[in-house]
């Protein structure tokens, strides 16, 4: 904690709060991470027998929760045949839960002071090249306002380093800034629906604060879940230098009543493997303790970052073919959960992707401070960004490659605004009920937004979806037909933000 003054070291000694660790333990001092049993089951390497496989598939197939054994057998797959079974077993459960929508977000990063040290990342404090910034609200304004009226974002994550400038008042108060924004557009009105948090792991009573002000999902990535390694990347000194206030992040968020809650491994810092068996813990024990697992899980995959000399040396990268693997068997592990991959990775990697369960995707991102009212989308300023993007093609593109692509794009809020978060999404998620309501609200959201936002050519490929799919919900839910088509002829005649 050398470079930082009295006040953020004060800050940063009373952030834990020891007894909100230890309620959690097992009675023998331990934590759900079970190193042993990991280990001993990435011992064994040998090919598993197909018969087995395509049993755990078909578990998957029917919306279960696969159990870290059988996963560890699917990690162990070699045959190139049965991975393509498990492939297209992740496709058809996207199609089951989510059908094919692909739901679209943009990161929003507000303030990038930091106490931590993480070594991988560009916001670290001992990094002397990264320009500091805490937006004022006026700042967060603006910035709201450039993305839901010019882009026509209606969902963001907003993302702080940990600092007691970034502090939970702070970032209550520009969660409520970020909903107060209404912008004119096109044909009605733009607005950010929802607010998700990505920030670090926080006491009970301040989750209880951004549980009042409305957060949608709250995201803390594990980084790693091997604890020697973590220990290695975060200095013990540190507030994140403590594995175990991050590994129960997600037991007080629920203790607060937020249960939309998003885990994330950071991969390249170990082995990709055990982090997948590790985190499968991870959603067990959610679902054992908060009665549902995770309602998205999230793939960083690790990024060259201004000054950050570690990224270079680090020789645990992973490459293009396991990180594919990684997401088929997230799928198949946890098949109800949201999948998001962001624009870290490059377009190449997104096509590829899309086909295998993965659910949601931002685009027009811009991971610098302030950046979005600046109008630097595509400059990317890389001395006041966490790390450099690979995907910083505008959303009318993407949206566009998605439509060609048959995936419909859903800016939909509705779920959580209707009280549809936490046990009663995930039933609804695993018997295929959300579903129903998804497809309705995605084609209103997408209209809205092709309304409002999209070039001559975009709209041609999406209107061209939308009537596909709307001669499909005719065809399919009759009943709610007529109401919906009138939803549908109110939203074209430039009504904003009808749902079901
Ligand atoms: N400071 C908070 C924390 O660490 O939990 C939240 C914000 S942090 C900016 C968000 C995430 O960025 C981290 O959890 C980490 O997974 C990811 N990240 C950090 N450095 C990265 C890099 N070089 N490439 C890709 N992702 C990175
Ligand atoms: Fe700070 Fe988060 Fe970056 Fe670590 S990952 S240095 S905690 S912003």
């Not at 969902?155 to 909903?179: N, W």
């Not at 018997?431 to 997408?446: I, M, S, W, Y």
């Not at 070039?455 to 490929?461: D, I, R």
Request: charged content about 30%; hydrophobic content about 35%.
């Amino acid at each position: 904690m050398s470079g930082m003054n009295e006040i953020e070291k004060e800050w940063a000694r009373n952030r834990i709060v020891r007894a909100e660790i230890d309620k959690y333990l097992n009675a023998d001092g331990s934590d759900y991470v079970r190193d042993d049993r990991i280990l001993e089951l990435l011992q064994d390497t040998s090919e598993p027998d197909p018969a087995q496989v395509r049993a755990i598939i078909q578990k998957a197939l029917s919306i279960q929760t696969l159990t870290q054994e059988e996963l560890a057998v699917l990690i162990r797959v070699k045959d190139p045949g049965l991975w393509d079974e498990m492939k297209a077993a992740a496709g058809k459960i996207k199609h089951i839960v989510y059908d094919n929508r692909i739901v679209t977000f943009a990161p929003l990063y507000l303030a990038n002071k930091c106490v931590n040290n993480c070594v991988y990342c560009g916001f670290r404090e001992s990094n002397s090249q990264q320009q500091r910034r805490v937006l004022t609200q006026d700042e967060v304004r603006r910035e709201a306002e450039a993305m839901a009226g010019q882009l026509g974002h209606k969902r963001l994550i907003v993302v702080y380093g940990e600092h007691p400038e970034s502090g939970v008042d702070y970032i209550a108060e520009t969660i409520r800034t970020v909903y107060s924004v209404k912008v004119k557009t096109r044909r009605g009105t733009g607005q950010i629906r929802r607010v998700n948090v990505n920030a670090a792991p926080m006491p009970v009573a301040e989750l209880k604060v951004l549980h009042e002000v409305g957060l949608g999902t709250f995201q803390v990535f594990q980084e790693t879940y091997d604890r020697r390694m973590y220990a290695k990347l975060h200095p013990a000194n540190t507030v994140k230098g403590d594995f175990r206030w991050r590994l129960y992040a997600m037991h007080r968020a629920q203790e607060a009543g937020i249960d939309d809650n998003g885990l994330g491994v950071l991969y390249g810092l170990s082995d990709w493997r055990y982090e997948l068996l590790a985190q499968q813990d991870h959603v067990l024990e959610m679902e054992r303790f908060c009665g549902i697992g995770p309602h998205t899980l999230s793939f960083p995959r690790l990024e060259p970052a201004i000054n950050t000399p570690w990224l270079e040396r680090n020789d645990r990268k992973v490459n293009d073919d396991d990180f594919e693997k990684i997401v088929v068997l997230a799928r198949l592990a946890v098949p109800y959960s949201g999948l998001i991959i962001t624009a870290r990775e490059s377009p190449e990697m997104r096509r590829r992707l899309l086909p295998l369960g993965v659910t949601q995707m931002d685009a027009s991102s811009n991971v610098g401070v302030g950046a979005y009212s600046e109008g630097r989308q595509e400059e990317q300023k890389s001395e006041r960004q966490q790390f450099i993007l690979g995907d910083p093609r505008p959303l009318d593109v993407v949206i566009r490659e998605w439509a060609s692509m048959g995936s419909i794009t859903s800016f939909c809020t509705a779920g959580y605004r209707c009280g549809r978060t936490g046990a009663c999404i995930m039933k609804l998620l695993r018997t295929g009920e959300e579903g129903k309501f998804c497809k309705l609200n995605a084609v209103l959201t997408f209209k809205e937004w092709l309304d409002d936002f999209a070039s001559p050519e975009t709209q041609a490929v999406g209107e061209a979806l939308i009537k596909k799919e709307l001669a499909e919900i005719e065809a399919k839910q009759p009943k709610i037909w007529p109401e919906f088509k009138r939803d549908y002829d109110r939203i074209a005649a430039g009504e904003r933000d009808i749902y079901f």
